[in-house]
């Protein structure tokens, strides 16, 4: 077969074929009596081996290796070729990633382009004073994308640049991409990024953030809880009790779930629902004498008879603790 119809069939050009000629990789096994290259049978196989391992990334001279050196080895080649494969698709995602933040930014000339390159590259600088300025620099009308800022706060440890992130996303223009980001957040298998999702949440305004919050309260991660609740109770959001309980009960953020139970007794509705709440923890079996001593503490913040009542029964409980903290507090209100 002449070299024409071997790259009609190959697929191989006529010069890609005499380039493989000129480094020994496939060589025709006659001439025609013109003098003409003539590929065999074993020839065009070979054509065919060469090309099915540049498909794998392989050189020309690794396959030249890999064809003629039985003592070359393909597992170590091959091992080779995944890490540097997962490199460049990796190197390959990261610069897609950063093309669709600019895309996203909607550029319109050059100096914006080069102005959201420097924001992006100031929010994965090493210095968190980069970062910091990056941070405040995207509130200040330097466009980009919300999903830059998301991924930057989700990741960030130094808590004064993590401040900052939440301030440009509460003030940035999204609209509503922000909080479902932040909610993917919260499925994190890494505690720490689930604990900055909720954080940031918290710090969001609008019903999109409130919505994904009252989501929160269901979570499996008592952190996420924590914090939904407290932002919901700041809201004045009731659905937040039972969760502000909780918190005073396990001791965790309790002075900060107690006032948030005041803010929330804003009525004598609300005010009598939250007292009969703390009211029934109290008297469980199952709570604990430093929990009851809390409970009992948060009652003080929240108005109206059915709290007093309480406070009132508790000041004759056989816990002493908890008698003398319910007496005082009792009188405390008494005094006002």
Not at 68 to 94: C, H, K, M
């Amino acid at each position: 077969m002449l070299i024409g119809e071997v790259a009609r069939r190959s697929g191989v050009s006529a010069r890609m074929l005499r380039h493989y000629e000129s480094l020994g990789l496939v060589r025709p096994s006659g001439r025609t009596g013109s003098g003409y290259r003539e590929y065999a049978a074993d020839d065009i196989r070979r054509i065919f081996h060469i090309e099915s391992l540049r498909s794998l990334g392989l050189s020309l001279r690794e396959i030249g290796r890999a064809l003629d050196d039985p003592a070359f080895a393909p597992s170590a080649l091959v091992g080779d070729l995944v890490r540097q494969t997962r490199d460049r698709i990796a190197a390959e995602t990261e610069l897609l990633t950063r093309l669709s933040r600019i895309d996203a930014a909607d550029p319109a000339d050059w100096e914006d382009v080069l102005q959201v390159v420097a924001l992006l590259q100031g929010l994965g600088s090493q210095s968190a004073d980069a970062r910091q300025r990056a941070a405040l620099a995207s509130a200040r009308g330097v466009p980009v994308p919300v999903e830059a800022l998301v991924e930057a706060a989700l990741s960030e440890t130094d808590p004064n640049v993590a401040g900052a992130l939440r301030w440009a996303l509460a003030r940035s223009d999204d609209d509503g991409g922000g909080p479902a980001l932040l909610a993917e957040g919260l499925g994190s298998p890494v505690a720490d990024v689930r604990k900055r999702a909720v954080q940031t949440l918290a710090e969001l305004p609008g019903d999109e953030a409130a919505v994904h919050l009252r989501d929160a309260l269901a979570h499996p991660d008592v952190v996420v809880r924590g914090y939904a609740a407290l932002a919901l109770g700041a809201r004045g959001v009731a659905e937040a009790v039972p969760t502000l309980v909780d918190m005073i009960v396990e001791g965790g953020n309790d002075t900060e779930a107690a006032d948030a139970l005041s803010t929330l007794a804003s009525d004598t509705v609300a005010a009598d629902r939250i007292a009969t709440a703390l009211v029934d923890r109290l008297i469980q079996a199952t709570t604990e004498a430093p929990a009851r001593g809390r409970l009992t503490q948060a009652l003080a913040g929240i108005p109206g008879g059915t709290a007093s009542r309480a406070l009132a029964d508790l000041s004759h409980d056989d816990d002493r603790a908890v008698a003398l903290t319910a007496a005082y507090l009792l009188r405390l209100r008494e005094a006002r």
